[in-house]
């Protein structure tokens, strides 16, 4: 799936993964994606940097359903009037597919630190 040939900047998207008590969430919320390519999303459910989440249009861009998007936790800003926190999210890349672009760090669970 290619979400940069659509032309608006913020999606519907349905996020899951495990939170900080390792237990499982799926959140609606808004993806937003600026002209350099960063993808933030306001979570309610607490997750720590580092962490893997997956993303799923909610809106459909083709006929084929839409299959969630390996994303990990870069940042974690502070929570809004609305419990939600602003975290940027780096897209992940099957090994052998990256393209110039040097391997970032992936944090297994015991290198996650715990709040």
Same mark, same amino acid.
């Given at each position: 799936?290619?979400?940069?040939?659509?032309?608006?900047?913020?999606?519907?998207?349905?996020?899951?993964?495990?939170?900080?008590?390792?237990?499982?969430?799926?959140? /609606?919320?808004? !993806?937003?994606?600026?002209?350099?390519?960063?993808? %933030?999303?306001?979570?309610? &459910?607490?997750?720590?940097?580092?962490?893997?989440?997956?993303?799923?249009?909610?809106?459909?861009?083709?006929?084929?359903?839409?299959?969630?998007?390996?994303?990990?936790?870069?940042?974690?800003?502070?929570?809004?009037?609305? /419990?939600?926190? !602003?975290?940027?999210?780096?897209?992940?890349?099957? %090994?052998?597919?990256?393209? &110039?672009?040097?391997?970032?760090?992936?944090?297994?669970?015991?290198?996650?630190?715990?709040?």
């Amino acid at each position: 799936m290619n979400w940069k040939s659509a032309a608006q900047s913020s999606y519907p998207v349905e996020v899951s993964g495990w939170d900080h008590s390792e237990k499982f969430f799926v959140e /609606n919320a808004t !993806l937003e994606w600026s002209p350099e390519g960063t993808r %933030r999303v306001a979570l309610r &459910n607490a997750i720590h940097e580092g962490a893997i989440v997956f993303v799923r249009l909610c809106q459909s861009l083709s006929p084929i359903r839409n299959m969630p998007i390996a994303f990990q936790v870069k940042t974690i800003g502070s929570p809004d009037e609305q /419990n939600r926190s !602003l975290t940027t999210l780096i897209q992940l890349h099957p %090994r052998g597919q990256r393209k &110039n672009s040097a391997p970032g760090p992936i944090l297994t669970r015991k290198e996650i630190p715990v709040c």
